[in-house]
């Protein structure tokens, strides 16, 4: 039972705040209520004020108040019936127009509604989702060029440097093999079979060229506004737009959306930058990069010296440390092994100091000093190209969000934001791979855009979900995976909590060819407290992420391992493997495959 008065001191402080247009519940002697009041006072706003420490039932009010709204504080301030906040929260309303809309002054006005900033993916479906439910909308999208010169059009990285032409290089490299396979199926062939890079390139990149364009004409019909401009905050609700030729204009929003992706990270290295290029110069190439070497264990980089290698390029890979950060590591070396059978070869815990032009050329020939993680020794190595993938810094510095308050990880550059991917600041909002914490995948951003503008402008209240997300690494030998890896399960459930069952497997379409048998990897992680439920799904082979995705549905449903027994698989498949796993890793038993 509540406590006697309860009800009226609920009954009160509920009174007070619908009868009242400004209501402070404060304390006489303190400095931020005093602030608050004064602050209404210069706006010229009538307010009530509650004297907490001159009423009797002071404490108990204060406790309501913070039954009410989490606040155990004063000043504790309501405008026309909505709950503000404290002191800061106060006066950051007042910054960005806030207080204003909710005081319903409508002298307030600004020149659209939402401006985003940043073309990618997540910017592209935010804005035209925000568009379609009448607001007005403008994107704002500038491509720094690299320090070779590259640029690109509207689209982001996905479209332009990043997924769409990774995958289609990965796919040639697929269909290199497949043509070593044909031949054990009966095809013969005299014509000389040799890659043309330039003929790869010119394809990849007019097929990127009409998606750049295709996306101004889907702009231009949803009225979304488009300027080819860099965006910097000069104000809370002020931006500033810079085109190349240097001509600067000032916007003014009531919202905006900071969607500016992420670029590569360069060594900071004499040469690095003069020399080497990124995986944001390697897909418009206008040459054949040769010899090859990547310097870096990341997906970018795996994916890259998989496909250079797979049409015949000399690859080497250096690496610092683990393969595949983030990810599971038995999947990341199973990954790295197959590489190294398959012509990639590796240089391990060494680390680039310096790189030097020798000859210039198309490819030119480079001079690259590496030293030893662990120890003093020193190796030279000639290579035409060298390819920095090292990772991917947020492109958040220099567009003036210090100059409105939006918070950054110093550490990372990223942005916390809330579950509503809120900044610290009201009015501004976040998405995609800048998120502090957050998958930095491509379905990603678009998910968290079009569900972030239905909450602004359509009244939904549903939020992106990044939990148990699909995603797979285009390496040779594909890596898809949804879930925990086994070393993220075992630190949060323990691994005496887990059953995980594995087994290899031997894609039918490789056994007439005869190659690779026992190199394909399933692996599933089950929580034995949870109906051995299915915390994380991993899979090894081709057409991984075909395979990936259908299972990412069946774990957002709650799949069991239970459930993957009842089901019957389609055979012969890759995928049918997760219908038939027996054996455990705690087990010991053998999971080596005689045929398919």
């Given at each position: 039972m509540p406590p006697p008065g309860r009800e009226q001191w609920h009954s009160l402080v509920r009174d007070l705040i619908d009868s009242n247009a400004v209501m402070v519940f404060s304390k006489s002697y303190c400095p931020y209520c005093i602030r608050v009041k004064d602050l209404f006072t210069?706006?010229?706003?009538?307010?009530?004020?509650?004297?907490?420490?001159?009423?009797?039932?002071?404490?108990?009010i204060q406790g309501v108040l913070h039954e009410m709204t989490g606040q155990k504080t004063v000043p504790c301030v309501f405008v026309n019936k909505?709950?503000?906040?404290?002191?800061?929260?106060?006066?950051?309303?007042?910054?960005?127009?806030?207080?204003?809309?909710?005081?319903?002054?409508?002298?307030?006005?600004?020149?659209?509604?939402?401006?985003?900033?940043?073309?990618?993916?997540?910017?592209?479906?935010?804005?035209?989702?925000?568009?379609?439910?009448?607001?007005?909308?403008?994107?704002?999208?500038?491509?720094?060029?690299?320090?070779?010169?590259?640029?690109?059009?509207?689209?982001?990285?996905?479209?332009?440097?990043?997924?769409?032409?990774?995958?289609?290089?990965?796919?040639?490299?697929?269909?290199?093999?497949?043509?070593k396979d044909s031949e054990k199926f009966g095809w013969e062939y005299d014509k000389q079979v040799k890659h043309n890079w330039s003929t790869m390139t010119d394809?990849?990149?007019?097929?990127?060229?009409?998606?750049?364009?295709?996306?101004?004409?889907?702009?231009?019909?949803?009225?979304?506004?488009?300027?080819?401009a860099y965006g910097e905050f000069v104000e809370p609700h002020k931006i500033k737009a810079t085109n190349k030729k240097g001509k600067e204009v000032f916007y003014t929003a009531e919202k905006f959306v900071i969607a500016t992706g992420e670029r590569p990270r360069y060594l900071d290295i004499p040469g690095d930058k003069e020399y080497c290029i990124t995986s944001d110069d390697l897909f418009s190439l206008p040459y054949c990069p040769g010899k090859t070497l990547v310097v870096g264990a990341s997906y970018v980089a795996l994916e890259c010296a998989g496909f250079l290698a797979?049409?015949?390029?000399?690859?080497?890979?250096?690496?610092?440390?683990?393969?595949?950060?983030?990810?599971?590591?038995?999947?990341?070396?199973?990954?790295?092994?197959?590489?190294?059978?398959?012509?990639?070869?590796?240089?391990?815990?060494?680390?680039?100091?310096?790189?030097e032009k020798l000859e210039d050329g198309a490819p030119g020939k480079l001079k690259v000093v590496a030293k030893a993680t662990e120890g003093d020794q020193i190796i030279e190595g000639e290579y035409n190209t060298v390819l920095v993938a090292v990772g991917r810094d947020s492109c958040t510095k220099n567009i003036g969000l210090e100059k409105v308050g939006v918070k950054v990880n110093e550490r990372n550059g990223k942005i916390p934001v809330n579950d509503q991917e809120q900044t610290n600041v009201p009015h501004i909002y976040a998405i995609g791979d800048i998120l502090d914490g957050k998958w930095e995948l491509t379905p990603v951003a678009i998910q968290a855009g079009r569900l972030l503008a239905r909450r602004l402008y359509g009244g939904s209240t549903i939020k992106c979900d990044y939990i148990n997300v699909p995603t797979t690494v285009f390496t040779p030998l594909e890596y898809g995976c949804c879930g925990y890896s086994e070393e993220k399960a075992t630190e949060i459930f323990g691994e005496e909590n887990l059953e995980i069952y594995h087994t290899l497997f031997w894609p039918l379409e490789w056994t007439v060819p005869s190659r690779d048998n026992n190199t394909c990897f399933a692996k599933i992680i089950c929580n034995k407290q949870d109906q051995e439920r299915v915390i994380g799904f991993h899979v090894l082979g081709p057409n991984a992420g075909e395979i990936t995705q259908g299972?990412?549905?069946?774990?957002?449903?709650?799949?069991?391992?239970?459930?993957?027994?009842?089901?019957?698989?389609?055979?012969?498949?890759?995928a049918e493997v997760f219908t038939t796993m027996d054996v455990t890793k705690s087990s010991g038993g053998d999971i080596t495959q005689k045929g398919c």
């Open positions: 210069s706006l010229g706003r009538e307010y009530k004020a509650l004297e907490l420490d001159q009423c009797d039932d002071g404490a108990s909505t709950h503000v906040g404290g002191c800061d929260k106060t006066l950051q309303a007042h910054q960005d127009g806030t207080l204003a809309k909710l005081l319903g002054d409508d002298s307030v006005t600004y020149d659209y509604d939402l401006i985003v900033i940043g073309g990618g993916s997540g910017g592209l479906a935010c804005s035209k989702e925000a568009s379609s439910m009448g607001k007005k909308v403008m994107v704002l999208d500038y491509v720094v060029p690299t320090p070779l010169g590259t640029s690109w059009g509207l689209g982001g990285t996905c479209v332009n440097v990043g997924c769409i032409p990774k995958k289609l290089m990965h796919q040639a490299a697929i269909l290199g093999q497949s043509l394809e990849i990149q007019n097929y990127i060229g009409s998606l750049n364009w295709g996306y101004r004409v889907s702009l231009r019909d949803k009225n979304v506004r488009y300027e080819n797979g049409i015949g390029c000399d690859v080497t890979v250096m690496v610092r440390s683990i393969f595949l950060r983030g990810f599971d590591q038995e999947m990341a070396n199973k990954a790295g092994t197959y590489m190294e059978t398959h012509g990639v070869k590796f240089i391990k815990k060494f680390v680039p100091i310096s790189v299972f990412g549905v069946a774990m957002k449903c709650g799949l069991t391992k239970e459930k993957l027994d009842e089901t019957i698989g389609i055979h012969p498949t890759c």
